[in-house]
């Protein structure tokens, strides 16, 4: 639904955070370093390379606060919709560290990192999500090439953070802050530039099913956004 890159080196970009804040109705996917925590007693630290899948479902209330690495503050958060039949599930953390999240040698100059789905036979540690998601981590040496195979009917996109890439059957060109995205496809082929690529493929299950979205909360009609408010100043997340 979203994918949100945040990268700085000044520390006044960020240094805030994000204080108590409210989410019903979907999930976050969120890598870089982050200390969190939430109403319901739960607190954790994020560290390089590490993944945080968290639940919203029926509600929570959680601070995210972004930390500097070598200077600078850079990671992910994208958001991850929900089936109306789990908008109110119990919320839950799967919390990933650095040295769970397996590496495949793809070939010569390319290797991927396996968050969620399945990499010749290596499945990512975050597993039970609706959705069925993708979620790797793409590395390409300058001319090397791969093709991620997408399930069935999965709606799939490509964000490139690093170097250049040719992405999809049309080899559509995207540089560093761009993002492809491909529809119902068997395979979604990749060929770095000459400097090289890094890049986040992910993908997901369609719902087929209505969106209303209004700030911290995603549901399926604007009466439940107006009861996810509701819930939120009465104290019930």
Excluded at 27 to 41: I, L, P, S, Y
Excluded at 115 to 137: H, I, K, Q, R, S
Aim: aromatic share 8%.
């Amino acid at each position: 639904m979203l994918l949100d890159e945040f990268r700085s080196h000044d520390p006044n970009d960020y240094i805030a955070g994000f204080p108590d804040h409210p989410h019903r109705g979907f999930e976050t996917v969120t890598t870089g370093r982050m200390r969190h925590g939430d109403n319901q007693g739960n607190t954790g630290r994020l560290g390089l390379g590490s993944v945080q899948w968290m639940t919203a479902g029926r509600g929570i209330v959680r601070s995210e606060f972004p930390e500097q690495q070598e200077g600078l503050m850079w990671g992910f958060q994208l958001w991850v919709n929900l089936p109306r039949s789990d908008k109110m599930t119990a919320p839950r953390y799967q919390d990933i560290q650095a040295g769970d999240v397996p590496e495949v040698v793809l070939g010569p100059g390319a290797r991927v990192r396996v968050l969620v789905g399945n990499v010749d036979g290596v499945a990512g540690p975050v597993t039970n999500v609706a959705t069925e998601p993708l979620y790797f981590d793409l590395h390409l040496d300058a001319g090397a090439s791969y093709s991620a195979v997408v399930p069935s009917g999965h709606n799939v996109f490509a964000y490139v953070y690093q170097g250049d890439a040719h992405v999809g059957a049309a080899a559509t060109s995207i540089a560093r802050g761009e993002l492809a995205r491909t529809t119902h496809g068997a395979t979604l082929p990749v060929t770095a530039g000459a400097h090289g690529a890094r890049l986040i493929i992910v993908g997901g299950r369609p719902l087929d099913e209505p969106v209303a979205r209004y700030g911290p909360f995603v549901m399926n009609t604007p009466d439940e956004i107006r009861q996810a408010f509701a819930d939120y100043q009465a104290g019930r997340l």
